[in-house]
């Protein structure tokens, strides 16, 4: 969605959000870096995304540490249960993001639920085997935690969650 259109679409969505409270809506939000948006860009499409535009779901979130109020909204988003689909060839590829650079420490730090997605696989010519290896590769000084909580991710589809005392019991998924 482009820059300028953000503020209309935020309204749709807010709009329709009140007519049919209970349609599951997921976002690309915060697929950007500096040099692709100005710096205020990079403020407030994440939590916009989700406050204003209800996301249950964020593709992406490069930017959250950008945000206003980062640490605040990493707090909304793992008491709102809002998950983050992790695409780490997409953001190495478009936005030359990887490493100790992406955010997904910060998230798994900040108890945010995660998933790992390939984005488009046409464009990036990712499958899940390459994005599940990709944070033990990229990643590899903090291995171990980041590993266990990889493995612990089944992999998911449409609107099912994984719930965190069904996963460590080996249960398994239930639906939203």
């Known amino acids: 969605m482009p820059m300028r259109d953000f503020e209309l679409h935020m309204r749709m969505l807010d709009y329709l959000h009140g007519l049919y409270p209970t349609v599951h809506i997921s976002l690309h939000a915060g697929e950007l870096v500096m040099g692709l948006v100005p ?31 980062p640490f605040g909204l990493l ?25 100790p650079d992406h955010p997904l420490a910060i998230y798994q730090q900040n108890g945010v639920p995660l998933a790992l997605a390939t984005d488009d696989q046409g464009v990036s010519r990712s499958d899940m085997t390459h994005e599940y290896l990709q944070p033990s590769g990229s990643m590899r000084r903090r ?4 590993q266990q ?18 996963v460590e019991a080996g249960r398994g998924f239930r639906e939203i």
């Open 149 to 166: 909580t990889l493995e612990s991710m089944p992999p998911f589809s449409g609107w099912q969650r994984a719930r965190p005392d069904a």
């Open 75 to 99: 707090r909304e988003m793992s008491q709102r249960n809002v998950l983050v689909e992790i695409c780490l060839t997409s953001n190495d590829v478009i936005l030359g993001v990887h490493g």
């Open 39 to 69: 710096p205020e860009g990079l403020r407030f499409h994440i939590r916009d995304s989700i406050e204003r535009g209800h996301a249950q779901r964020i593709g992406h979130g490069v930017s959250v540490m950008n945000e206003r109020d």
């Open 143 to 146: 291995r171990s935690k980041r």
